[in-house]
């Protein structure tokens, strides 16, 4: 079987309720960290990223859409990737890393982006 490895992380900011960031979306949000990756890792294909799987609870608003999705295109990843947005509560981002590295050991796919995102103010 396939091992998966985590390459890389980054982490988006953490703020007060109704601080600095109750005005920024899920998907803005979410953006941060990939502009990050991708500036951080010039040598990859981003058309070989298959799918981009985040852990997001509280979509609402503006942002109630696909946020791994929204994300990504905001990000300026190629338009071929998809997002995929899964809501488990406390665990959506890690049930969307477990779910990446599940597709990467079965050989479903041979790279993925995968992490969660909240914005709740």
């Not at 309720?17 to 920024?24: D, E, I, K, T």
């Not at 990756?37 to 985040?54: K, Q």
């Not at 890393?97 to 103010?121: P, Q, Y």
């Amino acid at each position: 079987m396939t091992e998966a490895f985590i390459c890389d992380y980054i982490r988006t900011p953490i703020g007060r309720f109704g601080g600095s960031l109750a005005s920024v979306r899920a998907d803005d949000l979410g953006a941060v960290p990939l502009k990050a990756l991708i500036e951080r890792n010039s040598g990859i294909d981003w058309e070989a990223v298959e799918d981009v799987i985040f852990g997001c609870a509280n979509q609402a608003g503006e942002d109630n859409r696909n946020v791994a999705r929204m994300s990504a295109l905001l990000a300026g990843l190629p338009v071929s990737v998809t997002g995929t947005t899964i809501n488990r509560l406390c665990g959506s981002g890690m049930d969307a890393v477990i779910s990446a590295a599940r597709a990467i050991k079965s050989g479903e796919a041979e790279l993925m982006i995968a992490g969660g995102v909240e914005s709740m103010s």
